[in-house]
């Protein structure tokens, strides 16, 4: 028997949320993870970064040699005097620790410690010698080549913020700081589902009228880049028993669930009622394409995305809203995301009152931005995001846009291959 449910056919859906709205929504449900725990440095990379850091130290710690050369005073260095008495050497690991007289200078190597009487090093090609004299035509300059304590980093300085995610070059710093362990939030459980019918397991033949399951394998790549622990939930079938006995079971164990597919008003589309019966329903409805059927709400403690069943609807979606629900999650400031102006290089249909994201192919020549779509947009295409370097985002009060107008790209990185183009 058929089901009776809420109109989703008419696209300019006046209950419809606008995207800010639902984000605002979902931001404003969900509050960051209190558990943190120490990890090991090189285990740090990617995670969330509990407490700020300080630094107990000067980086450098002491006063060193930025060249190979020669460590002297600028003072000593005058009409009359044009030469220097070399008495020692100071290699990085091995200072020079007897004081330094005047007229007198030390060897030093890169990264030696310059002694406290010097205030200058002159570069080791500048120099001539002859014994232990050493002599140079060039000028000299207080404070060259040498690189004083704190420069980089000063102690007490705070030099990674809560909420930061670790990259590599924070390691780097971390470890230039002498700091092995790192104080992180602990990882959340994200669990996922596909619903339907039709899908079939990749390692299974394919029969007409079926589709391969693939949802689930792009969710745990898009996955894979959060410090999160990943929760493979397999595939239910379109019946409201299956769909409630695995949602309360994926529910139980994880911080968020992603289901896709069966979010819209078909007659096999059941999520919306489960998470109805078992929770809680903020929203089902963004005016966004791809991705207009969207359910968020919750399950107990756990927060719910109900996405739609389209792949390209499933990254979009996933880009737009859970990226931000995780990053809420996870005690992480929001995404700053980059956005360019560039210039149509084809028209584009639209229709009013939603905003849309279209799979574009951003390029640059002599020194102007360009863009055009990346092939058919449907929301089953997904090798249109294959093919794209980013999204061009078209305003809910935009309608069909011309060739030559100006438009706002979302570019995905800043050194995809078609920037040469
Ligand atoms: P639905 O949202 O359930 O109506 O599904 C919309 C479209 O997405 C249909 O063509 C489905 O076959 C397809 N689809 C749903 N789930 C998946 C999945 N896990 N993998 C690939 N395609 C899917
Ligand atoms: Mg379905």
Redesign the pocket.
């Known amino acids: 028997m058929k089901k009776m449910k809420d109109n989703c056919f008419n696209e300019f859906d006046p209950n419809a949320m606008s995207v800010e709205a639902a984000l605002e929504n979902i931001l404003k449900s969900i509050s960051s993870i209190k558990t943190s725990e120490y990890v090991d440095l090189k285990s740090a990379f990617g995670r969330i970064l509990s407490k700020n850091i300080k630094s107990k130290i000067n980086v450098p710690n002491y006063k060193n040699s930025a060249m190979d050369g020669y460590a002297v005073n600028v003072g000593d260095f005058n009409e009359k005097n044009k030469t220097y008495d070399c008495i020692g050497e100071s290699f990085a690991g091995n200072p020079f620790l007897k004081p330094v007289k005047k007229n007198q200078a030390i060897k030093v190597m890169t990264g030696g410690m310059v002694p406290s009487g010097c205030n200058a090093v002159i570069m080791k090609e500048l120099i001539t010698q002859k014994g232990r004299v050493i002599s140079t035509k060039s000028r000299i300059i207080k404070d060259q080549n040498i690189r004083f304590p704190g420069e980089d980093i000063k102690k007490n300085e705070i030099v990674l913020k809560a909420g930061k995610e670790i990259d590599e070059i924070d390691i780097g710093i971390l470890a230039s700081l002498g700091i092995d362990r790192v104080f992180v939030k602990k990882k959340p459980k994200i669990g996922f589902v ?3 019918d ?2 079939v397991s990749i390692k299974k033949p394919i029969k007409i009228s079926q ?6 394998y ?1 969710l745990h790549g898009l996955l894979k880049k959060y410090p999160v622990e990943i929760k493979d939930y397999g ?1 239910v079938k ?1 019946k409201i028993k299956s769909i409630e006995k695995k949602f309360v079971e994926a529910s139980l164990n994880c911080d968020v669930l992603i289901t ?5 008003v ?1 007659d ?2 059941y999520v919306k009622e489960v998470l109805e019966k078992l929770g809680k329903v903020n929203f089902w409805k963004i005016a966004v394409k791809p991705g207009r ?1 969207l359910a968020y709400g919750k399950i107990k403690k756990c927060i719910f995305f109900g996405l ?4 390209v ?2 990254v979009v979606t996933f880009n737009l809203f859970v990226n931000a629900a995780l990053n809420k999650l996870m005690g992480k400031g929001q995404d700053h995301v980059l956005s360019l102006e560039a210039e149509l290089l084809m028209s584009i249909k639209k229709r009013k009152g939603r905003k849309e994201y279209k799979r574009g192919i951003l390029l640059s020549k002599n020194n102007k931005l360009y863009v055009r779509k990346s092939g058919l947009q449907g ?2 295409i997904l090798s249109s995001v294959k093919d794209a370097n980013c999204y061009i985002e078209l305003g809910e009060n935009m309608r069909e846009v011309p060739k030559g107008a100006k438009v706002k790209v979302l570019p995905f990185t800043l050194t995809s291959e078609h920037y040469e183009q």
């Open positions: 596909s619903t339907g039709e899908l589709v391969y399951d693939s949802n689930r792009l595939v379109d896709t597919g069966g979010v819209s078909g096999a589309d059927p739609p069943g389209n792949p609807s499933v929301s089953n």
